[in-house]
């Protein structure tokens, strides 16, 4: 594999420190995907206690989106070579600040306010954790540390969501919000200690994003991240209204419900970890179909408890395989630049979140919950344009 290459060769095998290390940045993940949609379950809680609508309440997922999108180019571009394990404990120190803050939030623009301060630290922790992970282990466990990294994803909505939703049905949305804070201080303190010195092997220059901009299966990879993203985010962030109105499941199940998800979203993750590496165009194309078939058979067919409760574990094994597929089409199309890369997909990844979820916000109270799954399933399905007309329906991790 050519990610890195130099700093790869350098290493003659995979210690248990580097594991460990690998572990760490999940870690990382885990607390930041939380933190960006730990809203998601505690949305109608949030607005009673707040006085705003359902659709207002969704913009605590919207504006850290907003937020981490530009925060994806404008940190990697500020802080040059700066040393990777200071960036990404200091990132984490804001997230814990940032939690304290909506814990103690006494109106809904005070927590919007700290919802702001989450997605600066999300996109700058996306925009380094992929190529991070590539510097940690030899060229053989690549494909392994980056499905452990991106397992973070998955981990957050097995545990951290669901663990969110619970806690908040237990002791209010506010105390979910407190655990996040403890969450992103022990990641902190795990980084101090367990990471090596960093130092950005290719920092992000504004010639450089300028020179992937005009990579054609990079810009095919951006298209199907947004379309992809934004349709997936534009549902899930309604996800609890979606279980209650047309499943017709109680709410005090749907923490469970939403763990279910996680649950069978890690096992996607870790399938399309082994796919991704072998063929990365046709393992993204099985996700979008999986994916874009369950939103549209929700309306139809998840009108019952149990129908609906499958349906979501359906949807939770697809897109699970969508951030590591996307993330390894990314450093497979720009191997040799891959934080700049990077840096491009995650503000992609985080604006199409925003977009998503802000006009879901704006159509949900007037269109139903069912039209918007139609919606997002026709967007989903238009990723196999560029899909298929890429050149990477057969590469692999291992040959960029």
Known sequence: MSLTKAALREKEGATFRMWLSVLTVSLGIFSMITAEQLPVGLIPAISSELNVSIGSGGLTVTIPGVIAAF????????????DRRILMAGLLAVMAAASVISALATNFPVLLASRLLVGITIGGFWAIAGSIAVRLVPGPSVPRAMTIVFGGVSAAAVLGVPAGTIIGDLVGWRGAFWSLAGLSFATLLAALLVLPKLEAAQPVEVKALRAQLRNPALLAGVVATALLVAAHYGAYTFVSPVLLEVSGVTAGSIGWLLLGYGILGMIGNAVAGVWAAKSVGRTLACVVIGLGATLALFPLLGVTPLTGTILLLVWGFAYGAAPITLQTWVLSAASESAETATAIYCFTFNLAISVGTLATSQIVDTMGVNRVLWVDSAIILL???????????NRNIGNS
């Open 383 to 393: 990723v196999l344009l560029p899909v298929c007309r890429a050149p990477m329906l």
């Open 71 to 82: 925060a994806s180019i404008g940190l990697p571009l500020a802080v040059g070579r700066l």
